[in-house]
């Protein structure tokens, strides 16, 4: 059999990045509040189920990212994974050196002070379990108490550093 695919050693993170930009990932929208009441989210990718008994989810948040602090002190999170509406959305809570919540329809999830996308495919609210550092990341290890279940729309994927759906 022949290898038809560029075979390259890692030596830099572009190489590492072209190739994880082949892993087509769910997006999701990663929210807090803090102390103080102030709201916090990002944009991630980098999200996956960490163990089902307990349930644990696990999601790596950059040093780099400006909500990084407010994740490091939080004790509960959620993670709202985004339907193929959810495009402007994704991109907004993406973007830098803006108010990410402005004009945006987040509701506060009953009972915890938590902004959540009421219309997301589907949210796990959780308690903060442990936090890894990791590399450049902090690994957001969460347990989820409550989920929202909705799955009515298709799933908001990134692949090939675009936006994609699934087609069935």
């Avoid at 103080?36 to 944009?43: A, I, V």
């Amino acid at each position: 059999m022949s290898v038809r695919a560029d075979i390259r050693a890692v030596r830099d993170t572009d190489t590492f990045k072209d190739a994880l930009s082949l892993l087509a990932s769910p997006l999701t929208l990663v929210t807090t509040a803090d102390g103080e009441g102030r709201r916090w989210g990002l944009t991630a990718s980098s999200v996956t189920s960490a163990s089902l008994s307990p349930p644990l989810v696990m999601v790596g948040i950059a040093h780099t990212s400006s909500c990084a602090a407010a994740f490091a002190t939080a004790s509960a999170f959620v993670v709202n994974v985004l339907g193929e509406q959810h495009q402007e959305l994704a991109r907004r809570f993406a973007t830098r050196g803006i108010d990410r919540f402005a004009g945006q329809a987040l509701a506060t999830w009953p009972g915890s002070g938590l902004p959540f996308v009421p219309d997301a495919h589907a949210a796990f609210r959780c308690e903060v379990a442990d936090r890894l550092r990791v590399g450049d990341h902090e690994m957001l290890v969460g347990r989820p108490t409550e989920v929202l279940l909705d799955g009515g729309t298709r799933p908001l994927l990134w692949h090939g550093r675009a936006f994609r759906t699934t087609t069935s």
